[in-house]
């Protein structure tokens, strides 16, 4: 049971992140953050997200796939230019005490039918 409740909470917690659009330009926020992945929304609408981005003169440059040690990773260059919009992911306290909600009733209910010392 306590394996579960671990689980739950670790899974709880990875969850709880949402996009938040930063709201200066994306070479001034990379300039003065390291953020471990962003979102950029191109000037056609379509989304990229890259981990580890950098500023290199006018271009974005970042990674994209898995990067499993078979190096399925690729490096992206996005120049500034075609991006319109970038976010961060940034910590929820509202979706993390709703999914937290959401699997404490199945716990207390499988922790009171087995038994558990709850009931």
């Known amino acids: 049971m ?3 409740v671990a689980c739950t909470a670790l899974v709880t917690l990875a969850a709880c992140t949402n996009w938040h659009a930063v709201e200066v330009a994306p070479a001034e926020y990379l300039r003065d953050n390291t953020p471990d992945v962003v ?5 056609d609408s379509s989304h990229i997200r890259l981990r580890a981005p950098m500023l290199r003169g006018d271009t974005i440059v970042g990674l994209t796939g898995q990067g499993s040690p078979r190096g399925t990773a690729r490096q992206v260059m996005v120049p500034l230019s075609s991006v319109h919009g970038m976010a961060v992911p940034r910590f929820s306290a509202a979706k993390s005490a709703g999914i937290a909600f959401l699997f404490t009733i199945p716990l207390a209910i499988a922790a009171c039918t087995g038994g558990g010392v709850f009931c």
């Open 39 to 43: 979102r950029l929304t191109r000037s």
């Open 2 to 4: 306590r394996i579960l």
